[in-house]
């Protein structure tokens, strides 16, 4: 089956626009910090972004459930005193970056990159770090969730065993890496870090929407 076609609106990168390739598209936001971009299944939506604000668009994502009554009954309702954490990864490895927002209201806590050349696990493993960071600085209660069972298993062993290799394409990451793994082992927290039940709550609010 043929892949289906899609189109990419950048609203802020190197050279604005829109493009029919995602090689076109990684051309003109890498290396930009604070790029914004997403992909479209149409041209038609693609341009009606690019002529919006890319908040209005952004945070556009799946919600609610397809699970009965009873299946949700087990798994509750969010908990609101939280921060919610995510990456997105282009490729694998790809361009790639991670936010926190806080879970009842979505708003924007922190947000990392985009890198040049870096993996989604990756991502998933810094966000976590850098909320357990974010909230022992302001002595939060709060929990974290993650919808990365990886990075929860990476984040308890204090280390990232990813399976990329460090150039000089990738050093301000790998840097990055290693100040948490140093965090990790420097810290002490309490904060309880929570999967993200995707099949009961829909997408994680700190989610990307590229998808």
Sequence with gaps: MAKKEKF??????????????????????EGFKGAQY????????????YNGNYDDFKGKKKVGSTLSPQELLKFGSPNHNSISVDAASSGNPGV???????????KKLFRQGPFAQGTNNIGEFLAIVHGLAFLKQ???????YTDSRTAMSWVRKKTCNTKLQETEKNRELFELIR??????????????????????????PADFGRK
């Design 8 to 29: 990419y609106t950048v609203w802020k990168g190197k050279r604005p626009g829109i493009y029919t390739t995602w090689k076109n598209c990684k051309a003109a936001i």
């Design 38 to 49: 997403k992909s479209f299944l149409t041209f038609a939506e693609a341009k009606k972004a």
């Design 96 to 106: 790639m970056e991670y936010q926190g927002v806080d879970t009842k209201t979505g």
């Design 138 to 144: 302001n002595n939060s209660d709060r929990i974290i």
């Design 179 to 204: 100040r948490a793994i140093l965090w990790l082992k420097n810290n002490s927290y309490r904060t309880p870090i929570v999967k993200w039940e995707t099949k009961a709550w829909g997408e994680i």
